[in-house]
């Protein structure tokens, strides 16, 4: 039995003008939301409605009130003359197949992963879909659905022209990104999607504090690319959104700002919670923060904590090794995350997808991107360790328990959500490689 507050807090959720009701459509796996906006009438009936739909999946099996998610974080700033390619640094670009088998064998099949834009797209009207067609082939074989981020940190260079200082101020920006997410969803018909990866994040590290390109140091710098960037995530979203796909933003947990700066293009709130850094409010405090401020159903799309973080203690001895696999720091993050969903669910706070990030462990975050580590493992913060070898390969180390103890929050005391959406088929280029392919 669903509690009382629980369908009151549901039944007040779905009146909002925003997010009109849950309709099953006819097509399996697939919601029709329907939002209705009431008009103004003489006395006090309804007079008229302005509908619209939303088409997503909300993609859960039968019973569960959060689909889980891991990732690999594949994004590739520019830093002074050279772009700093993450997947290389954690050798995910040449070990990807044995990342996802080993994600997709865990029991996931929801996988956050992208190719950067300017690998895929390195000149205007040229299309380096082998970067991509591969990946999708086995992630599909494997039955992992992968939640797309479309600009992940990663600008094209060639955008810049006419003497533009960088590709973030280009004029071109929101078109070219527009007609980068058409491409995209045209050939592989991506139903979960996030336009700009933390737009906040981007712009402050561009700006602000001057890591990246074009390496500003101003308040005024910073303001001038978030406005570009938020531009730029409009004008993606707009076109996904015309393809039937599901819109997430992706953005720190404090940024509540930002996800209303972008909520008129987004069905989905993704916050980006490390307890180790957001300290201002529990996991809980975070997602009653967001919701009851942008009244937007949740993604955890990035959460998680560094092995040397002590939840009880809430100190992060950062500079102390630790051996791949070891990770009962991480266990009990898990398990507050736990906490936080159950009392979500009593509080009537919708989170439909969620769980930890990154899957394949990162490396080089620390110095956010801009010094590569080349003797150093991984920053033990993932389901899966790297551990440096004598020969400088990073040997994948999974952490059971971790993986036990998230793999659980399926199993939560919840309530019945939708039936499970199928994975969408293969795209038609990947469909006769499938056939003939060993992997």
């Known amino acids: 039995m669903l509690s009382h507050l629980f369908l009151r807090s549901l039944y007040k959720f779905l009146r909002k003008p925003h997010f009109g009701g849950w309709n099953r459509s006819s097509n399996a796996g697939i919601i029709k939301v329907r939002t209705q906006q009431q008009g103004s009438k003489q006395g006090s009936e309804l007079s008229s409605f302005s509908t619209r739909l939303r088409i997503y999946t909300c993609a859960l099996r039968k019973g569960e009130i959060v689909r889980l998610i891991t990732g690999i974080d594949t994004a590739m700033p520019d830093v002074k003359r050279k772009w700093n390619y993450h ?7 040449r070990l990807w197949r044995e990342d996802f088998r080993q994600l997709a064998d865990c029991g996931f099949d929801l996988l956050r992963w992208q190719a950067p834009w300017s690998l895929v797209q390195p000149k205007q009207g040229e299309y380096r879909w082998e970067t991509i067609d591969p990946q999708v082939e086995l992630a599909t074989k494997l039955g992992l659905e992968i939640f797309y981020p479309i600009v992940h940190f990663n600008l094209p260079s060639w955008l810049a022209s006419n003497g533009e200082k960088h590709a973030v101020f280009a004029d071109q920006l929101p078109d070219r990104i527009a007609e980068y997410t ?30 990246w390109q074009p390496h500003g140091k101003s308040a005024s710098s910073y303001a001038a690319i978030y406005e570009r960037l938020v531009h730029a995530y409009k004008a993606s979203a707009r076109v996904a959104k015309m393809h039937g796909a599901t819109v997430f933003c992706s953005e720190p947990a404090t940024e509540i700002q930002t996800v209303l700066d972008l909520s008129d293009v987004t069905d989905i709130a993704g916050i980006d919670l490390y ?64 906490d936080a969903l159950r009392q979500a669910k009593e509080e009537g706070i919708p989170v439909p997808f969620g769980g930890w990030y990154p899957g394949t462990g990162n490396i080089g975050w620390g110095f956010s991107l801009t010094k590569e580590r080349k003797l150093a493992d991984c920053d033990r913060a993932g389901l899966v360790d790297l551990a440096r070898q004598k020969d400088g390969t990073l040997q994948r180390v999974l952490c059971h328990d971790l993986v036990h103890e998230i793999l659980g929050l399926r ?29």
């Open 411 to 439: 199993n939560l005391d919840t309530p019945s959500a939708p039936e499970f959406a199928t994975v969408p088929s293969i795209p038609a280029f990947a469909a006769a490689a499938a056939s003939a392919s060993g992997d």
């Open 87 to 93: 997947a290389a640094w954690n050798q995910n670009d």
């Open 182 to 211: 058409d491409r995209l969803l045209t050939r592989y018909r991506f139903r979960l999607v996030i336009p700009v990866v933390e737009v906040q994040m981007d712009a402050f590290q561009r700006g602000r504090v001057g890591n």
């Open 275 to 338: 307890p180790h850094m957001h300290q201002q409010r529990s996991i809980i405090g975070f997602f009653r923060w967001w919701w009851h401020t942008a009244h937007m159903p949740l993604c955890i799309s990035e959460f998680g904590t560094p092995e040397t973080y002590d939840p009880d203690t809430q100190v992060d001895e950062f500079n102390k090794f630790i051996p791949a696999g070891v990770h009962d720091n991480r266990i009990a993050t898990a398990r507050l995350l736990a």
